[in-house]
């Protein structure tokens, strides 16, 4: 308490010592001040690229998520067009198939039309 005392008389008494004191904490404030400026630009530095990284990487996640659903969905399409083809193929095969049977009838149902035999002797 006694040293309280005596610096603060030695304070009061010297008016330079004062002026130099505020002048030195005001000195190292500042110089906190500016300590603390620059941690944050350099947080702020960081966080942009941070941020920049974490879009980069979801644009890249997106892009190979449509690559991938876009090669299913092909696959998909392509299976269904050769199912497509394949009973296409099947429903032709019938129906030639099927139209073969009248295939003497009706050239001989032509023949007749063109002969104007209709209704006479027919071959």
Same mark, same amino acid.
């Given at each position: 308490?006694?040293k309280?005392?005596?610096?603060?008389?030695?304070? =009061?008494?010297?008016?330079?010592?004062l %002026?130099e *004191?505020?002048?030195?904490t005001?000195?190292?404030?500042?110089? %906190?001040?500016?300590?603390? *400026?620059?941690?944050?630009?350099? &947080? %702020?530095? =960081?966080?942009?690229a941070?941020?920049?990284?974490?879009?980069?990487?979801?644009?890249?996640?997106?892009?190979?998520? *449509?690559?991938?659903?876009?090669?299913?969905?092909r =696959?998909?399409?392509?299976? &269904?067009?050769e199912?497509s083809?394949?009973?296409?193929?099947v429903?032709?095969?019938?129906?030639?198939?099927?139209?073969?049977?009248f295939?003497?009838?009706?050239?001989?149902?032509v023949?007749?039309?063109?002969?104007g035999?209709e209704? &006479? =002797?027919?071959i």
């Amino acid at each position: 308490m006694k040293k309280e005392l005596q610096e603060k008389r030695t304070l =009061e008494s010297d008016p330079r010592e004062l %002026l130099e *004191r505020v002048l030195s904490t005001e000195i190292e404030i500042a110089g %906190l001040i500016s300590d603390t *400026r620059e941690q944050a630009d350099k &947080r %702020l530095i =960081e966080a942009q690229a941070n941020t920049t990284k974490l879009k980069n990487s979801i644009i890249e996640k997106a892009r190979k998520e *449509r690559d991938q659903l876009f090669a299913e969905g092909r =696959e998909k399409a392509l299976e &269904r067009a050769e199912k497509s083809v394949e009973s296409a193929a099947v429903e032709a095969r019938e129906f030639l198939a099927k139209g073969q049977i009248f295939v003497p009838e009706a050239s001989s149902q032509v023949i007749n039309l063109l002969l104007g035999l209709e209704g &006479r =002797e027919q071959i």
